[in-house]
């Protein structure tokens, strides 16, 4: 049997053990075959070399997370001493404080991940209009709100505009139960998702009550002129060219827009065309407007949905015809 002491020095004690020793609690849960005791600043960990190796790694990581940040709730503690793969832990533990995009609610960092999410970054720094274009879980939708986030909380402009085609509903919303919102949010729902991790509760609600943050669907835009405002379209495929335009020529001054779509998930009526790449075709070599790309090697989903994505990809070649309407 090895022993072994771990110093929690550079961390506030009672923060990482948690309300009621809760977190402490977690930690011996993951680790039944070490005996785990605490006194003052110190944990002891006594068991078989790999277990202590292992439980060491996961609480050198929490360290380091909490020596960033200072807060770290139950959920996340759970969250890095049960993640295997680099990924998971690359999304607690920011390398360089630098690239953090926005510090959410409950300590998690929320950055670039990936090459093409980086460059997503750069593009939207350097270029009012950003056309971010790739399959599903590859993080469009989450950095570009991201992005407005920042934007906001940075002055940069002075509200968000977020929006998305409500394809499933059709050109009226009149036979889906209850009020106009309740009709709509559904389509909207992933960018509440995003937000939530973003901003705090009372925050996020504040801000939708004063439209500093405003959320609606795509024909809502048509007429209005969108002035210091971060605005981004959201499933884009679903928009057919008419629409796209009239989206683009809502942007006012000191605005920036991102355009994220899936151009194999179009759930347009088969008599209908997106407008998607006719507006990625005709606008890409126009100074200030930028194109970036994502693949399968940015999902950061659970790890089957790169494979996934590739066999897909892979039939798609092989029926170069094929219609990709859901």
Known sequence: MTETIINLDTVNPIEFFGVNNAKFDIL?????LLKILSRGTQIKLSGAPEQIDLAKEKITLIIQYMERNGHLSENYFEQILGG???EVIDNFIDKNPNEVLVFGPNGKTVRARTANQKKMVTAADKNDIVFAIGPAGTGKTYTAVALAVRALKNKI?????????????????????????????????????????MIPADKLGYYMSTRTIEIAPLAYMRGRTLDNAFIILDES????????KMFLTRIGSNAKAIITGDPTQVDLPRNQKSGLEKA???????EGISHIELDEEDVVRHKLVKA???AYDKER???PEASYHR
């Open 317 to 319: 070649e092989n029926e």
């Open 280 to 286: 990625v075709r005709i606008l890409k070599n126009i």
């Open 308 to 310: 996934i994505i590739k």
């Open 28 to 32: 011996k849960k993951k680790f039944p």
């Open 237 to 244: 495929q679903n928009a057919n060219d008419l629409q796209i």
């Open 157 to 197: 402009v002075k509200k968000i505009i977020l929006t998305r085609p409500a394809v499933e509903a059709g050109e009226s919303l009149g036979f889906l139960p209850g009020d106009l919102k309740e009709k709509i949010d559904p389509y909207l729902r992933p960018l509440y998702d995003a937000l939530d991790d």
């Open 84 to 86: 295997d793969d680099a």
